[in-house]
C-alpha cells in the first residue's frame, strides 16, 4: 500500500520560510518522479514544482521559480519543498504526489499516480 505522508506545514509570516517533508512508503522511491500541488478549497489542485527520479532536472510553476527549491532524499524515501520569500498567496494545502512516468508540459507535471493527503500553509500579512 503506497502512502505519502506530507509535513511541516504550518501559520508563519509573509516573507518567512518553510520546509516541507513528503515521506513515501510501498513504493521503489529512487523509480518515482515527485512532485507538489497547491489547493484552496473549491479550487483546482495547482502545480508547484516536481523533481525526477534521480533529481537530475527540477520543476516550478512560475509564481515559485526563484523563492522555492525541491530536492529529494532517495535513501531516506523523502522529498522536500524549501519554500523562502512566502507571499500571502503562497497559502494552501500542499500535496505531495508521485509518478513512475508524468508528462511534463511546459514544466507542469500531469499524471501522477499517487497522492499524499495534504499538509496547510497559512501565510498572514
Known amino acids: 500500500q503506497v502512502q505519502l505522508v506530507e509535513s511541516g506545514g504550518g501559520l508563519v509570516q509573509a516573507g518567512d520560510s518553510l520546509r516541507l517533508s513528503c515521506a513515501a512508503s510501498?513504493?521503489?522511491?529512487?523509480?518515482?518522479?515527485m512532485a507538489w500541488y497547491r489547493q484552496d478549497p473549491g479550487q483546482e489542485r495547482e502545480f508547484v514544482s516536481a523533481?525526477?527520479?534521480?533529481?537530475?532536472?527540477?520543476y516550478y510553476a512560475d509564481s515559485v521559480k526563484g523563492r522555492f527549491s525541491i530536492s529529494r532524499d532517495n535513501a531516506k524515501n523523502t522529498v522536500y519543498l524549501q519554500m523562502n520569500s512566502l507571499k500571502l498567496e503562497d497559502a494552501g494545502v500542499y500535496i505531495c504526489?508521485?509518478?513512475?512516468?508524468?508528462?511534463?508540459?511546459?514544466?507542469?507535471?500531469?499524471?501522477?499516480?499517487?497522492w499524499g493527503k495534504g499538509t496547510q500553509v497559512a501565510v498572514s500579512p
Open positions: 504526489a508521485a509518478a513512475v512516468s508524468p508528462t511534463y508540459v511546459r514544466g507542469i507535471a500531469y499524471g501522477m499516480d499517487y
Open positions: 510501498g513504493l521503489t522511491f529512487g523509480s518515482y518522479d
Open positions: 523533481i525526477t527520479y534521480n533529481a537530475d532536472k527540477a
